[in-house]
């Protein structure tokens, strides 16, 4: 079972201060998506990112892939309360497995005003 | 609109009573999958589906039933339900395994007394 561990598990900042979350693996994946999850809903893609080393940006938010594609990191600049939510990272397997993503446990993000 | 749909949406139910959460997509997907999601374990894969009369055992299968009769429905079954099943429950469902994006239902809140 390939495993995707995610920090920090709880992080409460201020509107406007940056902030950076890893999702770390000792394995490699084919691809990793960072999904979104507000309360009483189900995740929301945020981006997909395929090749070791690649930078994906979304306004605010900024995705890295690692160069060996065991890792990534979500950075938002400028925090805002509407960037509240859990954070999750998942990973696609670069072996012949049909089981799909593997999910990490997500961190929980507020933003206070 | 393309949409993963999950009912119910609240379910409050007796230890033993047999239910049945059903999940219907609308985006021809082939993969299809059962997740739970508890406090501090996050998302947990229970069974998946790579296409119709195709379903295999995920994580924790264990106290749950899945059927694929039809390519877009995907219902989960609890035969004997026990208070250690109630959790968060989500229905996604994928063009393949790999992705490239999982969608997800609004999921069912699950309480087994």
């Known amino acids: 079972t390939q495993l995707l561990e995610q920090s920090p598990q709880f992080l409460s900042i201020q509107e406007g201060e940056n902030l950076t979350v890893y999702c770390n693996s000792s394995?490699?994946?084919?691809?990793l998506q960072w999904y979104r999850q507000e309360p009483g809903e189900g995740p929301v893609l945020l981006v997909t990112?395929?090749?070791?080393?690649e930078v994906k940006k979304l306004k605010r938010l900024t995705f890295q892939f690692g160069d060996a594609r065991k890792d990534s990191s979500l950075h938002i600049t400028a925090a805002q309360p509407g960037d509240t939510g859990l954070y999750l990272c998942?990973?696609?397997?670069?072996?012949?497995?049909?089981?799909?993503?593997?999910f990490g446990k997500g961190t929980h993000l507020i933003i206070q005003p | 609109e393309a949409q993963v749909t999950q009912n119910p949406r609240y379910l409050i139910t007796v230890t033993g009573k047999k239910l049945t959460v059903t999940c219907s997509q609308n985006?021809?997907?082939?993969?299809m999958s059962w997740y739970r999601q508890d406090p501090g374990l996050g998302l947990r894969q229970i069974y998946y589906?790579?296409?119709?009369?195709?379903?295999d055992k995920g994580d924790v299968p264990e106290g749950y039933k899945v059927s694929r009769k039809e390519k877009r429905n995907f219902p989960l079954i609890l035969e004997s339900p026990s208070p250690n099943q109630t959790s968060l429950y989500f229905c996604?469902?994928?063009?393949?395994?790999?992705?490239?994006?999982?969608?997800f239902g609004q999921g069912t809140r699950l309480t087994v007394v």
């Open positions: 996604a469902s994928s063009l393949t395994h790999r992705g490239p994006e999982a969608f």
């Open positions: 394995s490699v994946f084919s691809s």
């Open positions: 990112v395929v090749t070791g080393g």
């Open positions: 998942a990973g696609a397997g670069s072996g012949g497995g049909a089981d799909g993503l593997t």
């Open positions: 985006m021809n997907h082939e993969y």
């Open positions: 589906s790579m296409n119709v009369e195709v379903t």
